[in-house]
């Protein structure tokens, strides 16, 4: 682990509550700099990603969470993806699927394993803990009116996008979705996206990239 090397979870931001949106409004003008606090962005506009081999190798049956959220930088950034067949020292994001037990309750996480000479990341690990999600899915939003496997992949996609958004730059949100959707109520300016960490209510749907994000990302690729 060396300096620079930046890890995440999914589960710190929610224990900063309402003293973070209370400095939100500083972010929402843009004080915030780009890549966030803690992070380096990744080397170029070109993400590549493969998925590795071995212990932790994301089945079949689980890629299309991971390619599809891969192709939404296409959409939603000035970012574009490319699937790699064999990981190699150049691919920005090795995926794999883990029981992620520290600490408990962590659905995904993040780590540059190289950081480049230029302050950025040559390739960085995105751990999955699908066990996690699914169990999420069932406890936390259950018999909610649509198919489970349908609140399943939406949170697979939030979780995923997060930890992609950690890859090119993006640190946690601090805010909670409740104080969030508060805050939209409020002002009318959305906020909401996909690097809230934790549970998101599927209903809301925020696997997307913030409007207040999106912008930040382009101008740095
Ligand atoms: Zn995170």
Redesign the pocket.
Known sequence: MGVGLTR???A??ALLGLGSWLGWPGGLAGADPFPNTDMRGADNNQHTFCFPTGAGSVPARSRPNYTGSMAYLDTATALFDTLIATCNGNTDVLFREVDITNPPGTRGS?SCISPNGAGRCETSRVDIDVAQIFTDTAVRFPGAGQPFTDNFNINMLKSIR??VG?SIGT??DGTSFIDMNNLFIATGVDVRGC?V?GWVPTELRWDLYSPHHIPEINAFY
């Open positions: 995440t979870r999914l710190v931001a993040y997060h930890e950690h640190n946690n690097t960490s």
